[in-house]
């Protein structure tokens, strides 16, 4: 048995391609799940903490903000 996609809302569609969008991504002719696949592996890769540098590495004003 294949369940299907539930329907996204208009303002949930907006809100999607708005994402795409600004990520520069031209997703015009793709439908919502291959739309969502790219916003999210975007999203994962900004939100990907960056390289910690070791502490000695460090400026002053971050350890003392630290």
């Known amino acids: ?4 996609a539930p ?3 208009d ?4 809100d999607l391609r708005a994402f795409a969008r600004l990520f520069d991504m031209a997703m015009e ?4 799940a291959e739309v ?5 592996r ?3 890769e900004d939100l990907t903490p960056a390289l910690q ?3 000695e590495w460090v400026y002053e004003e ?3 903000a630290a």
Do not use: H
């Not at 303002?11 to 907006?14: E, G, H, N």
């Open 1 to 4: 048995m294949t369940e299907e």
């Open 7 to 9: 329907a996204l809302s």
């Open 11 to 14: 303002a949930a569609r907006t």
């Open 29 to 32: 002719e793709a439908g919502e």
């Open 36 to 40: 969502w696949a790219a916003v999210r």
């Open 42 to 44: 975007r999203l994962e």
């Open 53 to 55: 540098a070791p502490a």
């Open 62 to 64: 971050q350890k003392q």
